[in-house]
């Protein structure tokens, strides 16, 4: 039983762990959405998530096989040039972290366009109505599920020594729902928090994008995939981390330098 129960911590913990860029990617996206309906967009899609990731625990459980196996008609190559053996999570890992690097690319190429940021912030409140709630909700159930792949296959392995495999299913899906709940409770606090601050949605924006090319890595491993004679390497999560760590540092210290300079520069001003 204590053996249970601490695989249910672990597992826990992993999905909170995994999560972060998920709990990004929702804040960030849900503001596509119109403005008053932002948080029921959160909520709902995250909530609609949880059923699904439960669904699709039992899906790869019971056909984990399938998605491992590579597709003999997207296996071979060129000689010296690219060889690869697609399977079912390799092409759901790269679709999902290609969309995510477009999504990035377009949101950064957005901010950097802009000419007047006071005018952006106030059209996009009508413009935000050209997305509906509906196809928010369905844009962040259908990425939850990209990122709960990994996750989900984590956390089989974890519980590959419960014997019991209903026990095993069981804990399984309570850790999905905690964390679920922990993503609930926080969704909205980060969303909040991106709106007071604006000058961290570029931070979150190249964070996405990041992750997007750790899920491209990650999906052309799975996919054995060779370019001229290199084999893609995943990023690995510790790596990831170490990068999101640097970043939020420089960004960190770079405002505190700006807000120095721009002290110094009204002292200037005053006394002249």
Request: aromatic fraction near 10%; proline fraction near 1%; glycine fraction near 8%.
């Amino acid at each position: 039983m204590l053996g249970i129960i601490f695989t249910l911590l672990m597992l826990v913990l992993l999905q909170a762990v995994l999560g972060f860029d998920n709990l990004l990617y929702i804040s960030l996206e849900s503001k596509k959405a119109p403005q008053s309906d932002q948080k029921r967009v959160r909520k709902v899609g995250i909530l609609i998530a949880i059923a699904l990731r439960i669904v699709l625990l039992f899906v790869l459980v019971s056909l984990i096989g399938y998605f491992q196996e590579p597709f003999s008609f997207l296996s071979g190559g060129i000689d010296g040039v690219a060889h690869f053996a697609f399977n079912g999570h390799s092409l759901i890992v790269l679709a999902g972290g290609g969309f995510i690097i477009y999504t990035a690319i377009k949101e950064i190429w957005h901010m950097i366009s802009l000419n007047d940021l006071d005018h952006d912030v106030e059209s996009n409140e009508a413009d935000k109505g050209k997305k509906s709630s509906n196809a928010v909700i369905a844009s962040i159930v259908l990425m939850n599920l990209v990122f709960s792949f990994d996750s989900i296959l984590a956390a089989i392995g974890l519980t590959s020594e419960i014997e019991n495999a209903t026990t095993a299913f069981i804990v399984m899906a309570i850790a999905i729902v905690i964390s679920g709940l922990l993503m609930l409770f926080l969704a909205d606090r980060i969303s909040v928090f991106l709106a007071k601050n604006r000058m961290y949605e570029v931070l979150g924006l190249f964070i996405l994008f990041i992750v997007g090319i750790m899920l491209v890595t990650e999906g052309g491993h799975l996919a054995h995939l060779e370019l001229f004679g290199n084999h893609i390497v995943p990023m690995s999560k510790t790596t990831f981390y170490f990068v999101l760590a640097v970043l939020v540092i420089v960004d960190v210290v770079q405002g505190r330098y700006q807000k120095k300079l721009l002290k110094e520069k009204a002292k200037e001003n005053f006394k002249k």
